[in-house]
């Protein structure tokens, strides 16, 4: 397939996910997407990322290990040079890296420009010379990392299992698919078991400034929100929502253009959001931090904070939800800016 006509499948395929925007996504196209390389356009950007947390522990053992690759032939990350040669429609260069927090302090893996090979239900990579393998089909799939990491995943008890989103408006787009799952076998020759955020994300558009999360707690409820911000520490933000999932009484609660403040606050990020008769406050203490600095063909600082809720209120007309109902939880919140 020529150039143009795989550009033509990229936008066709941002411009399918940009149509669903919610859970409604067939496991067909959610598991093409998955494991699919892109013909990226300028300002094309590809990621993958595979998030774990941990259920036991103070604080919980967090894994994240990401592939990402843009249109161009080379950036600086985190001060490393990355090329980005395309050798062939299903094999590229691209940078790969993660981290493991065991529970009592983050392990890096060293940031690599490795090869990327896709097949039909694979992702094979390496991350530092450790062979990282990613395979299956909806809802199950097996991630390894050398001896590091050996996790098999399965349908996961929550109200969404996955999900497609995309914002389309010619010739920018973004589209991604997310596969939320449960997670078990061994980490650092340790046993795991918890749950997994599986990701992929392509998008033509510039890098821009936001704020994600996403909180599980010991009986599956889910919290996340999500907004863009105009800079660094604007708090004036677009696009945003947030989403409460109580698992136990199979609740949905949805904010959906919120009046939203998100700060940071010492060692605690702060969220609250109002809309109409709903009401959100989360207290998020963070305890493992790890940053990306990415640099050339556009730039961005991407900071990923291990957190744990310490404080959490959701509320509408006819519930209440705290702590109290849902137990320890453990996540992530993001922070990405020029």
């Known amino acids: 397939m020529g150039s143009i006509n795989r550009i033509h499948e990229t936008y ?44 036991d522990g103070e604080r919980p053992v967090q894994i994240t290990l990401l592939i990402f690759r843009k249109h161009g032939k080379k950036m600086l990350f985190n001060n490393k040079e990355m090329k980005f040669n395309e050798l062939s429609e299903d094999e590229v260069l691209a940078v790969t890296s993660g981290w493991i927090y065991d529970g009592d302090e983050l392990h890096k893996i060293a940031d690599t420009n490795a090869i990327a090979l896709l097949q039909k239900d694979k992702i094979i990579s390496e991350i530092s010379g450790s062979e990282m393998v ?58 795991f078991k918890g749950t997994a955020h599986l990701q992929k994300v392509v998008g033509v558009a510039p890098f821009g400034p936001f704020h994600w999360a996403r909180i599980v707690f010991k ?32 609740i949905t609660i949805r904010l959906n253009n919120p009046k939203l403040d998100v700060s940071r606050i010492g060692d605690n990020w702060v969220i609250e959001g109002v809309e109409k008769n709903k009401h959100v ?30 404080e959490l209120t959701i509320k509408d007309d006819n519930n209440t939800f705290t702590l109290n109902d849902l137990g320890e939880g453990v996540g992530t919140i993001e922070d990405a800016y020029w």
């Open 12 to 55: 066709t395929l941002i411009k399918k996910l940009s149509h669903i925007n919610g859970a409604d996504v067939n496991e067909t196209l959610l598991d093409r997407t998955m494991f699919a390389i892109e013909k990226l356009p300028p300002l094309g950007k590809e990621y993958w990322w595979f998030l774990f947390f941990g259920e």
């Open 134 to 191: 990613f395979s299956g089909s909806y809802p199950n799939y097996l991630m390894t990392l050398g001896d590091l990491i050996n996790l098999k995943m399965k349908n996961g008890n929550f109200i969404e299992t996955k999900d497609a989103y995309g914002v389309f408006l010619p010739p920018l787009g973004m589209g991604w698919v997310d596969v939320f799952s449960e997670a078990s076998g061994r980490v650092l020759g340790k046993k």
């Open 219 to 250: 009986n599956h409820s889910v919290f996340s929100f999500f907004c863009l911000k105009m800079g660094k520490d604007s708090h004036t933000f677009l696009h945003k929502s947030i989403k409460f999932f109580d698992t136990k009484n199979q």
């Open 281 to 310: 406050k989360a207290v998020l203490e963070i305890y493992a931090t790890n940053r990306y600095d990415m640099k050339g063909g556009g730039s961005q600082v991407y900071i990923q904070y291990a957190v744990i809720p310490k």
